[in-house]
């Protein structure tokens, strides 16, 4: 029973490096729809955002009507300290994501524009980053979990 627990715990730790990929795979996505709204939709930034939030990882920024009496950025803010632990995000992540939603709405179009491409680029980076631990790491995890768990066994035994 204790080897199952801590293989459990390890795929568990292996399991959120993989959901980290996929919040990371699903915000680059967010962020070409939020530019392609930008350019051809003359809705606010509320509902643009909230349009291209529609996955379960970013569900999350979803705005609903009675947020619009603070400013973006301060909602975004509260939105991003929302994101589930369960993801697994970095430090770097999130502090990404701060800056990206304290500085989006406060330019014309085409700085908007510019803006999310910056940010794409650097969520490409921890994207990548991501996919790397998971190569490095998530094998170990799992290896480690169960190791663990057989050496407390035969330490009780």
């Known amino acids: ?4 627990a801590s293989f459990s715990v390890g795929c568990i730790f292996s399991k959120n490096l993989y959901r980290r990929r996929d919040f990371l795979k699903s915000f680059i996505v967010f962020l070409s729809s939020l530019s392609t709204h930008i350019r051809y939709d003359p ?6 955002v909230s349009m291209c939030a529609n996955t379960d990882e970013l569900s999350c920024f979803d705005f609903d009507d009675k ?18 632990n369960s993801y697994s995000l970095t430090k770097d992540d999130k502090q990404l994501l701060f800056e990206f ?22 969520f490409a980076k921890q994207l990548s980053q991501s996919e790397e631990a998971i190569v490095k790491k998530s ?9 663990v ?9």
């Open 1 to 4: 029973m204790l080897v199952g």
């Open 43 to 48: 809705s606010d930034i509320f509902t643009l």
């Open 67 to 84: 947020h619009f009496l603070k400013p973006f950025d301060e909602l975004w803010i509260e939105k991003v300290k929302s994101v589930p």
């Open 101 to 122: 939603g304290t500085n989006l709405g406060k330019t014309d179009v085409e700085g908007q524009i510019k803006h999310i491409e910056l940010y794409k680029i650097s």
């Open 139 to 147: 094998k170990l995890y799992k290896t480690m979990g169960f190791f």
């Open 149 to 157: 768990g057989t050496a407390a066994a035969l330490i009780m035994i």
